[in-house]
């Protein structure tokens, strides 16, 4: 794994997982290899579903298919989309299925500087992308939701809690 991605994972668990209750329902979306999975398991959550399109989700299959899914309106406490919403325009179906209260913690490119990454990418010092960034977005334009946290990381992510009301 490159540097910069373990250096990226180990941070955001300090910033959006460890501050979690144990026992808060959490849907990941994207959850890829099921890092954040294992981590969650080992540190005792006990509520946890993921789901990718790929690999070897709890749920596979695209998260606004949700109804055809069997996941339910307002299930889940918390959603944590790490690097996702830059992919696909989900923000109507994480608004659904978090319960009033609910938080969204995200991170994802700043639009401006995914230039910067594709460059990191070919230099191997982060992450390969998945698919496209067809659908990048400064998320402090995003009016669904409350704005509790909202940080850039280097001027080249954004870190995002955002809440339902």
Request: net charge positive; glycine share 6%.
């Amino acid at each position: 794994m490159p540097y910069l991605s373990k250096l990226a994972r180990e941070k955001k668990i300090k910033v959006f997982i460890d501050t979690l209750p144990l026992n808060v329902s959490i849907l990941e979306i994207g959850c890829g290899n099921n890092w954040l999975k294992e981590y969650m398991c080992t540190k005792g959550y006990t509520n946890y579903t993921g789901i990718d399109i790929n690999g070897e989700p709890d749920i596979k299959g695209d998260i606004n298919e949700w109804e055809k899914l069997g996941l339910k309106k307002e299930q889940f406490d918390h959603i944590i989309a790490f690097e996702v919403v830059e992919h696909d325009d989900i923000w109507d179906s994480c608004f659904a299925l978090l319960k009033k209260g609910g938080t969204l913690r995200l991170t994802t490119p700043v639009p401006s500087a995914d230039w910067v990454l594709k460059i990191m990418e070919f230099l191997r010092l982060n992450q390969k992308r998945t698919s496209p960034h067809s659908h990048l977005t400064d998320v402090r334009k995003n009016h669904l939701f409350n704005h509790l946290f909202y940080k850039r990381i280097w001027g080249l992510s954004q870190w995002a809690i955002l809440q339902k009301p």
